[in-house]
């Protein structure tokens, strides 16, 4: 049973260039969230998918975007890159069972893909 | 305002002794609350949830937490820690309202042998 996948592992970027990530769910889960962990610091909740759509979103600006695709997966697009940016940014995958207000306790966490802004 | 707090940023045990990790925790509601364990590099493993019912839950590798309501607390705990426990421990709050965990800053373990 494949676990939550992300690539690319490693990724070094200019400010002002734009990233993308992806993440692969783990088999059977159909929420993706992201979160952003700097440098000593806990992870930060960026956003969550659900059916395609961002359902959750915290305190992060419009830089940042997400999508998501019929199969789940999921990509974290942030724009215009700044040094603040650089951080591992984690995907986590879950199960919304009962439909579009459900509750996803169950979060389970990506390898994470680490970002450096140079 | 909900929120996480662990005390603890650096613990160092030696090989064998007990650990006790502290995490309290801000919420208005019954709180679901996680420990999770990130290693150099890696991402996040869950080692325990508590959700309801039984205070002391059991988790992986031989941890185990008590969820303590009056005191706000989730407190981590292993009784032998062995060398390869060194890492980085993180509490967590699921916020409902916005389906989202909210994590304390981490406590991290060093085993000296």
């Known amino acids: 049973d494949a676990g939550v996948t992300q690539s690319p592992t490693h990724l070094i970027k200019t400010r002002g260039q734009q990233v993308t990530l992806r993440c692969s769910p783990k088999s059977g889960h159909d929420t993706v969230s992201w979160y952003q962990q700097a440098l000593g610091q806990g992870p930060q909740f960026i956003f969550q998918y659900y059916e395609e759509e961002e359902r959750q979103r915290g305190n992060f600006p419009d830089r940042f975007s997400g999508h998501q695709f019929p199969n789940y997966s999921s990509e974290l697009n942030v724009n215009a890159l700044l040094l603040g940016d650089s951080a591992l940014y984690l995907c986590?995958?879950?199960?919304?069972?009962?439909?579009?207000?459900?509750?996803?306790?169950?979060?389970?966490f990506g390898p994470g893909t680490r970002l450096t802004v140079t | 305002a909900q929120s996480v707090t662990q005390p603890d940023i650096h613990i160092t045990v030696s090989e064998g002794a007990s650990l006790e990790l502290r995490c309290n925790y801000s919420y208005g509601a019954t709180p679901y609350l996680f420990w999770y364990v990130q290693s150099p590099g890696q991402g996040l493993q869950l080692l325990l949830k508590y959700f309801s019912g039984d205070t002391l839950v059991q988790g992986i590798k031989g941890f185990e937490a008590e969820f303590k309501r009056s005191q706000s607390s989730f407190n981590l705990r292993k009784p032998s820690v062995h060398w390869s426990d060194a890492a980085e421990y993180f509490c967590?709050?699921?916020?409902?309202?916005?389906?989202?965990?909210?994590f304390g800053a981490g406590t991290r373990l060093a085993v000296h042998p």
């Open positions: 967590a709050l699921f916020s409902g309202g916005y389906n989202k965990l909210i």
């Open positions: 986590a995958s879950s199960l919304a069972s009962g439909g579009p207000g459900a509750i996803s306790y169950e979060q389970y």
